[in-house]
């Protein structure tokens, strides 16, 4: 694992956490006490120590040397619902001019994708509880270890699991997309269960998460019925009849 130099802060993704019992590592200034993470997000940086510590987006900004590097790592919140926002502003935007992207950060865009990809598969997704195996692959091994060793992946590296993720043999359903809504849906089906209270509701969840878990997909009266906010277009993307999108 690489550990950050004496007495600094690496940022190693953006994950869930949960928004009941997580509180941020970092104490306000104001009355010292630790925030909480009502919508279930945090940015997990690794500490000095080498254990990873969630912070919010501006604790985080404040421990880094650089706050620009929280930038570079993966988001595996990114397919969490969108905020709707107001149409004026969304108008705003879209009529300014856009920075054509350099070399250098395409070949991190590309990077954080290999590697976001590869943990889906070996463990966020891997690690869901009777999940179909096929969600693990072997071929990626190395490269998890590698990635969980606090290696980055080596162009050649990200070459070959975008190939993979790209392949037409890797069904719609273990694409990046796709597992990151498994992902997201999962996370917020056991933070449901947790909350619930009545046997009935608990059953009913969990069946949902075992379908979830076999099948990598939920229809959208399964994710309505179950009260959860998904992405507008949470697993459109498993049915080849939609176009699965690509990263790149």
């Not at 693990?136 to 699991?161: H, K, M, S």
């Not at 399964?222 to 080849?240: C, D, L, N, Y």
Request: proline share 9%; charged share 25%.
């Amino acid at each position: 694992m690489t550990v950050p130099p004496p007495g600094r802060w690496m940022p190693v993704r953006k994950d869930f956490v949960d928004p009941t019992a997580t509180r941020c590592h970092a104490r306000s200034a104001r009355g010292g006490r630790h925030h909480g993470f009502p919508e279930g997000q945090a940015w997990i940086l690794r500490g000095p120590d080498g254990h990873e510590y969630p912070f919010g987006d501006a604790c985080a900004r404040a421990v880094l040397a650089v706050p620009g590097e929280l930038d570079t790592v993966p988001d595996y919140t990114e397919r969490d619902a969108v905020k709707r926002v107001d149409a004026a502003i969304d108008a705003a935007f879209a009529s300014q001019p856009r920075r054509k992207p350099t070399p250098a950060e395409l070949a991190l865009e590309r990077r954080n994708a290999a590697t976001r990809y590869v943990v889906l598969r070996m463990e966020k997704v891997a690690g869901v509880p009777r999940v179909q195996p096929t969600v693990r692959f072997p071929a990626l091994e190395d490269l998890y270890q590698q990635i969980v060793a606090g290696r980055p992946l080596a162009p050649a590296q990200v070459q070959r699991v975008l190939a993979i993720e790209r392949s037409p043999a890797t069904p719609p359903k273990l694409k990046a997309l796709n597992l990151l809504d498994v992902y997201t849906a999962h996370v917020k089906l056991e933070w449901l269960i947790a909350a619930a209270s009545r046997e009935d509701r608990i059953r009913f969840l969990r069946s949902l998460h075992d379908w979830l878990a076999r099948h990598l997909v939920l229809s959208a009266a399964q994710i309505e019925a179950a009260g959860i906010v998904m992405h507008p277009h949470a697993f459109r993307s498993a049915w080849p009849a939609d176009g699965a999108g690509e990263l790149f």
